[in-house]
Protein backbone atom coordinates (compact mmCIF):
# COMPACT_ATOMS: atom_id res chain seq x y z
CA UNK A 1 0.00 0.00 0.00
CA UNK A 2 3.16 2.35 0.81
CA UNK A 3 5.01 1.72 -2.37
CA UNK A 4 1.13 2.19 -4.34
CA UNK A 5 0.57 5.41 -2.56
CA UNK A 6 4.21 6.39 -3.75
CA UNK A 7 3.89 5.52 -7.04
CA UNK A 8 0.53 7.48 -7.35
CA UNK A 9 1.82 10.76 -5.27
CA UNK A 10 5.02 10.63 -7.66
CA UNK A 11 2.57 10.18 -10.81
CA UNK A 12 0.18 12.83 -9.87
CA UNK A 13 2.90 15.44 -8.80
CA UNK A 14 4.73 14.91 -12.17
CA UNK A 15 1.41 15.69 -13.98
CA UNK A 16 0.89 18.56 -12.12
CA UNK A 17 4.14 20.25 -12.92
CA UNK A 18 3.63 19.00 -17.13
CA UNK A 19 0.78 21.37 -16.59
CA UNK A 20 2.25 24.22 -15.21
CA UNK A 21 5.14 24.05 -17.60
CA UNK A 22 7.59 23.17 -14.45
CA UNK A 23 9.74 19.98 -13.80
CA UNK A 24 10.94 19.09 -9.90
CA UNK A 25 13.31 17.01 -11.22
CA UNK A 26 14.90 19.23 -13.87
CA UNK A 27 15.13 22.42 -11.58
CA UNK A 28 16.82 20.09 -8.79
CA UNK A 29 19.01 19.23 -11.68
CA UNK A 30 19.54 22.65 -12.96
CA UNK A 31 20.26 24.26 -9.46
CA UNK A 32 22.81 21.62 -8.81
CA UNK A 33 24.24 22.07 -12.10
CA UNK A 34 24.70 18.27 -12.81
CA UNK A 35 24.64 16.85 -16.29
CA UNK A 36 21.89 14.74 -17.50
CA UNK A 37 24.51 11.91 -17.64
CA UNK A 38 25.77 12.71 -14.38
CA UNK A 39 22.16 12.06 -12.61
CA UNK A 40 21.86 9.22 -14.98
CA UNK A 41 24.66 7.34 -13.72
CA UNK A 42 23.51 7.40 -10.23
CA UNK A 43 20.65 5.94 -11.26
CA UNK A 44 22.35 3.57 -13.06
CA UNK A 45 20.07 4.07 -16.25
CA UNK A 46 21.16 5.35 -19.36
CA UNK A 47 20.39 9.35 -19.93
CA UNK A 48 17.46 8.67 -22.71
CA UNK A 49 15.82 6.95 -20.14
CA UNK A 50 16.51 9.36 -17.30
CA UNK A 51 15.62 12.22 -20.40
CA UNK A 52 11.78 10.41 -20.37
CA UNK A 53 12.01 10.84 -16.00
CA UNK A 54 12.44 14.60 -16.79
CA UNK A 55 9.65 15.05 -18.91
CA UNK A 56 7.12 12.86 -17.46
CA UNK A 57 7.43 10.07 -19.84
CA UNK A 58 8.45 7.47 -17.89
CA UNK A 59 7.16 6.26 -14.05
CA UNK A 60 9.58 7.42 -11.23
CA UNK A 61 10.61 4.02 -8.89
CA UNK A 62 11.03 4.02 -5.77
CA UNK A 63 14.44 2.51 -5.74
CA UNK A 64 15.32 5.76 -8.09
CA UNK A 65 13.13 8.30 -5.39
CA UNK A 66 15.62 7.14 -2.73
CA UNK A 67 18.72 7.48 -4.67
CA UNK A 68 17.65 11.13 -6.18
CA UNK A 69 16.65 12.45 -3.04
CA UNK A 70 19.96 11.57 -1.32
CA UNK A 71 21.53 12.83 -4.13
CA UNK A 72 20.11 15.92 -3.55
CA UNK A 73 20.47 15.94 0.67
CA UNK A 74 16.57 15.83 1.29
CA UNK A 75 14.33 13.30 2.93
CA UNK A 76 12.44 11.16 0.54
CA UNK A 77 9.15 12.49 2.13
CA UNK A 78 10.52 16.14 0.87
CA UNK A 79 11.47 15.07 -2.31
CA UNK A 80 8.21 13.43 -2.92
CA UNK A 81 6.37 17.02 -1.62
CA UNK A 82 9.14 18.69 -4.18
CA UNK A 83 10.97 20.86 -1.90
CA UNK A 84 13.46 22.54 -3.01
CA UNK A 85 16.73 22.64 -0.87
CA UNK A 86 18.08 26.60 -0.36
CA UNK A 87 20.74 27.81 -2.78
CA UNK A 88 23.03 28.26 0.10
CA UNK A 89 22.82 24.32 0.80
CA UNK A 90 23.77 23.32 -2.47
CA UNK A 91 27.46 23.78 -3.11
CA UNK A 92 28.77 21.70 -0.82
CA UNK A 93 26.82 18.78 -1.28
CA UNK A 94 27.56 19.31 -5.25
CA UNK A 95 31.72 19.01 -4.59
CA UNK A 96 31.03 16.20 -2.23
CA UNK A 97 28.32 14.00 -4.62
CA UNK A 98 30.28 14.85 -8.07
CA UNK A 99 33.96 15.20 -7.06
CA UNK A 100 36.06 15.56 -9.79
CA UNK A 101 33.10 15.77 -11.83
CA UNK A 102 32.13 19.27 -10.64
CA UNK A 103 33.94 22.76 -11.76
CA UNK A 104 32.71 25.63 -10.18
CA UNK A 105 32.70 26.97 -14.00
CA UNK A 106 29.67 24.16 -14.64
CA UNK A 107 26.70 24.92 -17.03
CA UNK A 108 23.74 26.77 -15.28
CA UNK A 109 20.22 26.60 -16.41
CA UNK A 110 20.42 30.96 -16.97
CA UNK A 111 22.18 31.36 -20.23
CA UNK A 112 25.41 32.98 -19.85
CA UNK A 113 25.90 36.04 -22.23
CA UNK A 114 29.59 37.05 -23.46
CA UNK A 115 28.68 39.60 -24.70
CA UNK A 116 32.50 40.51 -26.32
CA UNK A 117 32.38 36.30 -27.67
CA UNK A 118 28.83 37.27 -29.50
CA UNK A 119 30.73 40.72 -31.22
CA UNK A 120 33.75 38.74 -32.46
CA UNK A 121 31.50 35.35 -33.59
CA UNK A 122 29.08 37.73 -35.37
CA UNK A 123 32.29 39.58 -37.11
CA UNK A 124 33.75 36.37 -38.18
CA UNK A 125 30.18 35.06 -39.88
CA UNK A 126 29.90 38.28 -41.72
CA UNK A 127 33.25 38.19 -42.94
CA UNK A 128 32.77 34.63 -44.43
CA UNK A 129 29.69 35.17 -45.96
CA UNK A 130 27.92 38.62 -44.96
CA UNK A 131 28.59 39.82 -48.20
CA UNK A 132 26.66 37.01 -50.04
CA UNK A 133 23.15 38.90 -51.95
CA UNK A 134 20.82 36.33 -49.84
CA UNK A 135 22.69 36.73 -46.11
CA UNK A 136 20.92 39.45 -44.15
CA UNK A 137 20.30 40.25 -40.59
CA UNK A 138 17.69 37.47 -40.23
CA UNK A 139 19.95 34.62 -41.88
CA UNK A 140 22.74 35.84 -39.02
CA UNK A 141 20.37 35.39 -36.28
CA UNK A 142 19.62 31.76 -36.58
CA UNK A 143 23.56 30.82 -37.66
CA UNK A 144 24.13 31.98 -34.01
CA UNK A 145 21.33 30.37 -32.72
CA UNK A 146 22.04 27.06 -34.55
CA UNK A 147 26.32 27.58 -33.11
CA UNK A 148 24.84 27.84 -29.63
CA UNK A 149 22.16 25.50 -29.50
CA UNK A 150 24.27 23.19 -31.44
CA UNK A 151 27.23 23.47 -28.99
CA UNK A 152 25.30 23.00 -25.90
CA UNK A 153 23.64 20.21 -27.30
CA UNK A 154 27.05 18.36 -27.82
CA UNK A 155 29.32 19.41 -25.22
CA UNK A 156 26.75 20.65 -22.54
CA UNK A 157 28.55 23.95 -22.36
CA UNK A 158 27.53 27.51 -23.28
CA UNK A 159 29.77 28.82 -26.48
CA UNK A 160 28.21 32.43 -26.85
CA UNK A 161 25.18 31.59 -24.16
CA UNK A 162 23.43 34.42 -26.14
CA UNK A 163 19.62 34.41 -24.87
CA UNK A 164 17.30 33.87 -27.87
CA UNK A 165 13.17 34.85 -28.06
CA UNK A 166 10.97 32.94 -29.94
CA UNK A 167 9.13 35.41 -33.00
CA UNK A 168 7.29 35.03 -36.20
CA UNK A 169 10.97 34.89 -38.26
CA UNK A 170 12.42 32.32 -36.00
CA UNK A 171 15.14 32.45 -32.84
CA UNK A 172 16.41 35.82 -32.29
CA UNK A 173 18.75 36.80 -29.97
CA UNK A 174 17.29 38.98 -27.19
CA UNK A 175 20.53 41.77 -26.95
CA UNK A 176 20.61 42.07 -30.97
CA UNK A 177 19.47 45.23 -31.37
CA UNK A 178 21.75 46.57 -28.78
CA UNK A 179 24.86 45.04 -29.92
CA UNK A 180 24.44 46.22 -33.10
CA UNK A 181 23.96 49.66 -31.86
CA UNK A 182 27.11 49.82 -30.08
CA UNK A 183 28.51 47.93 -32.80
CA UNK A 184 27.60 50.29 -35.02
CA UNK A 185 28.78 53.42 -33.14
CA UNK A 186 32.47 52.04 -32.64
CA UNK A 187 32.61 51.68 -36.18
CA UNK A 188 32.77 47.44 -36.03
CA UNK A 189 30.34 47.29 -38.44
CA UNK A 190 28.13 49.13 -41.12
CA UNK A 191 24.23 48.71 -41.71
CA UNK A 192 23.14 48.30 -45.60
CA UNK A 193 19.68 48.71 -46.52
CA UNK A 194 19.59 46.66 -49.68
CA UNK A 195 16.73 44.36 -51.49
CA UNK A 196 16.37 41.07 -52.01
CA UNK A 197 14.22 40.03 -55.00
CA UNK A 198 10.91 41.67 -53.86
CA UNK A 199 12.09 41.86 -49.83
CA UNK A 200 13.35 44.48 -48.12
CA UNK A 201 16.76 43.51 -46.73
CA UNK A 202 19.21 44.35 -43.20
CA UNK A 203 22.73 43.70 -43.70
CA UNK A 204 25.64 44.02 -41.94
CA UNK A 205 28.92 43.74 -43.48
CA UNK A 206 32.09 44.38 -41.32
CA UNK A 207 34.73 46.99 -40.90
CA UNK A 208 37.35 44.98 -38.84
CA UNK A 209 38.89 41.48 -38.94
CA UNK A 210 37.75 39.46 -36.17
CA UNK A 211 39.35 38.54 -32.94
CA UNK A 212 39.37 35.04 -32.33
CA UNK A 213 41.52 34.26 -29.50
CA UNK A 214 38.22 34.00 -27.44
CA UNK A 215 37.37 30.96 -29.20
CA UNK A 216 38.88 27.24 -28.58
CA UNK A 217 39.74 25.49 -31.27
CA UNK A 218 36.82 23.07 -30.74
CA UNK A 219 34.26 26.44 -30.32
CA UNK A 220 35.44 27.76 -33.80
CA UNK A 221 35.57 24.20 -35.14
CA UNK A 222 31.66 24.49 -35.03
CA UNK A 223 31.41 27.49 -35.80
CA UNK A 224 32.71 27.05 -39.43
CA UNK A 225 30.91 23.70 -39.41
CA UNK A 226 27.53 25.86 -39.01
CA UNK A 227 28.48 28.83 -41.49
CA UNK A 228 29.86 26.15 -44.17
CA UNK A 229 25.98 23.63 -43.07
CA UNK A 230 23.72 27.18 -43.61
CA UNK A 231 25.94 29.71 -46.35
CA UNK A 232 23.22 28.60 -49.26
CA UNK A 233 20.16 29.04 -46.89
CA UNK A 234 18.19 32.48 -47.87
CA UNK A 235 15.76 33.71 -44.94
CA UNK A 236 12.63 31.90 -45.94
CA UNK A 237 14.64 28.38 -45.87
CA UNK A 238 16.59 28.89 -42.82
CA UNK A 239 13.57 30.53 -41.28
CA UNK A 240 11.42 27.79 -41.83
CA UNK A 241 14.31 25.00 -41.04
CA UNK A 242 14.52 26.46 -37.54
CA UNK A 243 10.68 26.10 -37.06
CA UNK A 244 10.88 22.60 -37.36
CA UNK A 245 13.54 22.62 -33.91
CA UNK A 246 12.27 21.71 -30.89
CA UNK A 247 13.61 24.37 -29.07
CA UNK A 248 11.82 26.45 -31.27
CA UNK A 249 8.32 24.45 -31.55
CA UNK A 250 8.28 24.15 -27.84
CA UNK A 251 8.24 27.65 -26.34
CA UNK A 252 5.78 30.22 -26.30
CA UNK A 253 5.65 33.12 -28.86
CA UNK A 254 7.69 35.74 -27.60
CA UNK A 255 9.09 33.99 -24.93
CA UNK A 256 12.67 32.74 -24.27
CA UNK A 257 13.78 29.71 -25.59
CA UNK A 258 14.96 27.01 -22.65
CA UNK A 259 18.60 25.50 -23.91
CA UNK A 260 17.83 21.99 -22.36
CA UNK A 261 15.13 21.93 -24.74
CA UNK A 262 17.67 20.61 -27.11
CA UNK A 263 17.94 17.40 -25.58
CA UNK A 264 14.26 16.65 -26.77
CA UNK A 265 15.67 16.88 -30.67
CA UNK A 266 13.95 14.98 -33.23
CA UNK A 267 17.08 12.68 -35.15
CA UNK A 268 16.70 15.79 -37.87
CA UNK A 269 18.35 18.17 -36.06
CA UNK A 270 20.14 16.56 -33.11
CA UNK A 271 24.09 17.18 -33.58
CA UNK A 272 24.86 14.50 -31.10
CA UNK A 273 25.58 10.77 -30.51
CA UNK A 274 23.78 9.51 -27.33
CA UNK A 275 25.16 6.23 -25.28
CA UNK A 276 22.61 3.55 -24.87
CA UNK A 277 19.80 4.71 -27.48
CA UNK A 278 18.52 1.53 -27.40
CA UNK A 279 17.63 0.96 -23.56
CA UNK A 280 14.94 0.71 -22.02
Same mark, same amino acid.
Given at each position: MLYSGIMYLCQYKRLYFKILGMNYLQKLRRQYGYSQDFVARKLEISRPTYILLESGKRDLSIREARVLSNL???DLVDFLAEIMPEEGETVNLMVKESGAEYRS???????????????????????????? $?? /??? #????? *?? +???? !?????????????????????????VISTQILEEMEKQGDIVRVNTKYFQYEQKKYLP???????????????????????????????????????? $?? /??? #????? *?? +???? !??????????????????
Amino acid at each position: MLYSGIMYLCQYKRLYFKILGMNYLQKLRRQYGYSQDFVARKLEISRPTYILLESGKRDLSIREARVLSNLYGLDLVDFLAEIMPEEGETVNLMVKESGAEYRSDIRVAVPQENVEKFREVLLYILAKIGAR $PH /IGE #AVIWK *IL +YFID !FDYYEKYEEQLIGARYKKNHHGPTPVISTQILEEMEKQGDIVRVNTKYFQYEQKKYLPLRAPDLSCLSAREKTLIDEEIERFKDYNATQIREYSHRDV $PW /ITT #ASQAE *ID +YESV !FYRTPEFSVRAYAGDDES
